[in-house]
């Protein structure tokens, strides 16, 4: 099974991007997935998480700003991110919480102006 995330981009400040993650191969819809990042130097965090039933959790940095949802009919878990900041900026994946599964590319999101 593979998570692929997609939809990064460079954005300015106060922007906003949608990033999607396709899951490929299995169903993960029984199962918690979680929205990470990881910035140049710095370890990979926790960004938003979302159970198999839509409870959602966001990490203080992003909470009134992102907003995770998922479409279990097609597979795929949404990060709605708005009102972008330059320390938002980094690569993102997607994966699940307790199942983990190996790590994808992820997708580059830069906010600059």
């Known amino acids: 099974v593979q998570l692929q995330a997609s939809g990064g981009g460079l954005v300015q400040p106060g922007g906003s991007l949608r990033l999607s993650c396709a899951v490929i191969?299995?169903?993960?819809?029984?199962?918690?997935v979680g929205w990470y990042r990881q910035a140049s130097g710095k370890q990979r965090e926790l960004v938003a998480s979302?159970?198999?039933?839509?409870?959602?959790n966001y990490a203080d940095f992003v909470k009134g700003r992102f907003t995770i949802s998922r479409d279990n009919a097609v597979n795929t878990i949404y990060l709605q991110m708005d009102n972008l900041e330059p320390a938002d900026t980094a690569v993102y994946y997607c994966?699940?919480?307790?199942?983990?599964?190996?790590w994808g590319q992820g997708t580059q999101v830069t906010v600059s102006s």
């Open positions: 994966n699940g919480l307790a199942r983990v599964v190996p």
């Open positions: 191969g299995s169903s993960f819809r029984t199962n918690a």
């Open positions: 979302i159970t198999s039933g839509a409870r959602t």
